[in-house]
């Protein structure tokens, strides 16, 4: 009788521990927001850039180009950029999500930027240029 007890005990105790983890994986799963998509994270950066936010600028980056970042280079960008106005955001012009290469025009009240975005295999920003 104990025996059954405690083996009764022990298999609720398994039973209600599985539970909890599978409670908690789905739930930080359904707190998992989907990816952005590719104009979604350029226009992201692009806005950083141009409020001269250097961390906010490296958030999707990864860790090779993030390394890259200065915060004087920020600053030179978003002088470039707001010498062009107010920024109004981004239009597709080149998009090839197979080599994860993406171009896109930054419109501006007086001009245009050239955005180029290259994102790695695991979706992290690989590159990020302005020309």
């Known amino acids: 009788m104990i025996r059954r007890l405690a083996f009764g005990i022990t298999y609720a105790a398994i039973i209600g521990g599985l539970a909890a983890c ?3 994986q789905s739930q930080q799963i359904a707190e998992t927001p989907p990816p952005a998509s590719p104009i979604a994270v350029a226009d992201r950066i692009t806005r950083a ?3 001269d936010r250097p961390s906010a600028v490296t958030t999707d980056f990864n860790d090779a180009l993030r390394r890259q970042v200065h915060r ?3 600053a030179a960008i978003s002088h470039r950029m707001h010498r062009l106005g107010d920024y109004h ?3 597709a012009q080149d998009v090839n999500p197979d080599t994860g290469r993406y171009v896109f ?3 501006f009240t007086r001009g245009m930027m050239q955005i180029r975005l ?3 295999r695991y ?3 690989a590159a990020y ?3």
Do not use: T
Request: charged share 40%.
């Open 89 to 91: 955001g981004l239009v």
């Open 118 to 120: 290259r994102l790695d």
């Open 22 to 24: 599978a409670s908690q």
């Open 129 to 131: 240029r302005v020309k």
């Open 49 to 51: 850039i141009y409020d």
């Open 72 to 74: 004087e280079d920020v």
């Open 105 to 107: 025009a930054a419109d």
């Open 123 to 125: 979706g992290k920003v």
